[in-house]
């Protein structure tokens, strides 16, 4: 076994693989265009038609992550879906 410095296990493992999710973080401003885009189309928010904007508009891989983070939900407004996200830490207000 290896320990570190300080005596503590080390496990070799960066944080991700130990079941700890690692997101960068966006902003809502970052991700409310889709939003608002799928929104205006469909008349509600759902994961797969959020992706699918994201990727059309070639966004970052942190956008994508924050809008597949809508997962099987469906949102009637993007204030909705808004609280959501930023309330569970998929972005920042």
Known sequence: MWYTS??????GLPACRKGVAVLAKVGWNDIADIIQKVYEANGRIERADAVAEAENRDA???VIDAV???????FNTPELAKGFLVTNGYVDP
Do not use: E, F, K, M
């Not at 300080?6 to 496990?11: E, K, S, V």
């Open 6 to 11: 300080g005596g503590n296990l080390w496990t």
């Open 68 to 74: 597949d983070a809508i997962g099987s939900r469906v």
């Open 60 to 62: 970052s891989d942190d």
